[in-house]
């Protein structure tokens, strides 16, 4: 086939979903930020005016979002946000910089636990989940590198904060034996799917290291070069992918929904990790944050993706299958973090999750191939 893989992604989804979503939440900004490098890598207008409709629907003249509130306090409401940047720089329209301007807000006041984590939710007292790391820490950096002065105490300030973020839940949620993140740390080791110990989740969930990952290889893009603690995150990639490809099925190449389980009874091949995985090995190794095996492994690992979740429609359109629909911690009903509750969440083709973590893969493997053309 002679079409990119992204192209192909991006061009069903365009036909599947004229309107992404009725709500302003992260899971459709993922998709749009995988049609966005769609869009930078081949430069047609109909992936920009994609995006410009979908976010419309929501941002208003003033700057305002609707659905959005400052004080819900969730992380998850920034992610989204993300593409107002490519809408603001192309257009000028001062509307996306107010909303940018709004989103950013939330951050000078979301409340934190003693160590300075930023809560999941207001409603998550003193949790961090390694998904919030996508959701927020990216999306300040990019703000802060486009919008702020660098050489302002503050702003050093703030860079420093948006490291310590990464460092901390690393320090926290790393397992010492195999190297995996916990899905989430209560700092406060209340809850009920806490250890009393540690504050830890039980469990390796593929996906929260998966958006971790990709945090980190994003966040690279705007931290300045001579941070002091630049090194610390280079470093904690390295070795959390170290960890992931220790646990990558040798089969099929790509990674079970419960990472470190893969013979357990219920247990499954899980996309929408397998996709960040690729994503975050194949820049990892395009902006030599890694050795180049990083490329090897996410080449056979998208390989894998086509081979165990894709399939081709009549229409040549494409779907992407075995994506979870959605996991947390606590709520209601109540989320124990238990091995049953992680295999038990629905299976869903065409999820939002996946197909936007897919667009980012492939676009990243396509990039790592045209370097080597």
């Not at 989804?13 to 890598?41: D, H, M, S």
């Not at 081979?307 to 209601?332: E, K, M, P, R």
């Not at 009903?333 to 091995?339: K, L, N």
């Amino acid at each position: 086939m002679s079409e990119p893989w992204s192209t192909r992604m991006a061009d069903s989804t365009i036909a599947r979903f004229p309107a992404l979503a009725e709500e302003w939440n992260y899971q459709w900004g993922l998709v749009l930020k995988g049609i966005e490098q769609v869009w930078r890598a081949i430069g047609d207008q109909k992936y920009f005016d994609y995006i410009q409709s979908n976010i419309d629907r929501f941002v208003q003249s003033d700057g305002t979002i609707r659905g959005y509130r400052v004080d819900e306090y969730n992380v998850d409401r920034l992610n989204t946000g993300k593409v107002l940047f490519a809408l603001y720089e192309k257009t000028g329209d001062a509307k996306y910089k107010r909303a940018l301007d709004l989103l950013r807000s939330q951050l000078d006041t979301h409340p934190r636990a003693p160590s300075g984590g930023l809560w999941h939710k207001q409603i998550y007292p003193n949790q961090m989940w390694l998904d919030g790391l996508y959701m927020a820490s990216a999306f300040w950096a990019q703000y802060e590198s486009n919008f702020a002065n660098r050489n302002s105490e503050l702003v050093i300030g703030n860079w420093d904060d948006i490291a310590h973020q990464f460092i901390l839940i690393e320090q926290q949620t790393r397992d010492p034996n195999t190297g995996l993140l916990y899905h989430a740390w209560d700092e406060s080791k209340q809850q009920r799917w806490a250890n009393s110990a540690t504050g830890c989740s039980p469990h390796f969930w593929g996906r929260a290291i998966g958006w971790y990952g990709m945090a980190i290889v994003d966040v690279l893009d705007f931290l300045p070069c001579d941070h002091a603690r630049r090194a610390e995150l280079i470093a904690i990639l390295q070795r959390t992918l170290d960890a992931i490809a220790r646990v990558q099925d040798q089969k099929t190449g790509v990674w079970y929904q419960v990472l470190d389980q893969g013979a357990r009874a219920g247990n499954y091949l899980e996309s929408s990790a397998s996709c960040m995985f690729v994503y975050a090995m194949a820049k990892g190794a395009r902006k030599k944050y890694l050795d180049e095996k990083f490329a090897t492994l996410a080449r056979r690992a998208f390989e894998g993706i086509l081979a165990q979740f894709v399939t081709t429609n009549a229409n040549d359109t494409i779907n992407l299958h075995f994506t979870c629909q959605s996991a947390g911690l606590g709520g209601t009903p109540y989320r124990d973090g238990s091995y049953e509750y992680y295999v038990s969440e629905p299976i869903i083709t065409n999820n939002h999750h996946g197909v936007g973590a897919f667009l980012l893969a492939a676009a990243e493997i396509e990039s790592l191939d045209n370097i080597q053309k």
